[in-house]
Nanobody, 118 residues
Framework: QVQLVESGGGAVEDGGSLRLSCAASGRAPTNYVIGWFRQASGKERELVASIYNRFSSAYADSVKGRFTISRDEAKNTVTLQMNSLKPEDTAMYYC????????????WGQGTQVTVSP
């Protein structure tokens, strides 16, 4: 079992920055891939970024060059640094965990809201 708690959401203006954190606890969290998802009102949930270690990370095309995901294994924390935010980045952001090599994210946090105003 892995417990995930997100923090760091808020409201910023177009072009602003936010840093989201996902604190993981429980069973062997370093053996999991951590992903950041987002879901905007009326839209499907999408995977924004994921990371296994510093050599293995991936991003959605819509955030490449603007978002950076990083992992601090000592603190069991995954951070999503979001720069050059746009109104279309407005969504509820969730972190989730899955076993490496599997498809399904099994563990989810409660989410944190990000709002970007024009």
């Amino acid at each position: 079992q892995v417990q995930l708690v997100e923090s760091g959401g808020g409201a910023v203006e177009d072009g602003g920055s936010l840093r989201l954190s996902c604190a993981a606890s429980g069973r062997a969290p370093t053996n999991y891939v951590i992903g950041w998802f987002r879901q905007a009102s009326g839209k499907e949930r999408e995977l924004v970024a994921s990371i296994y270690n510093r050599f293995s990370s991936a991003y959605a095309d819509s955030v490449k060059g603007r978002f950076t995901i990083s992992r601090d294994e000592a603190k069991n924390t995954v951070t999503l640094q979001m720069n050059s935010l746009k109104p279309e980045d407005t969504a509820m952001y969730y972190c989730a965990a899955k076993f490496r090599g599997t498809q399904e994210y099994m563990y989810w946090g409660q989410g944190t809201q990000v709002t970007v105003s024009p």
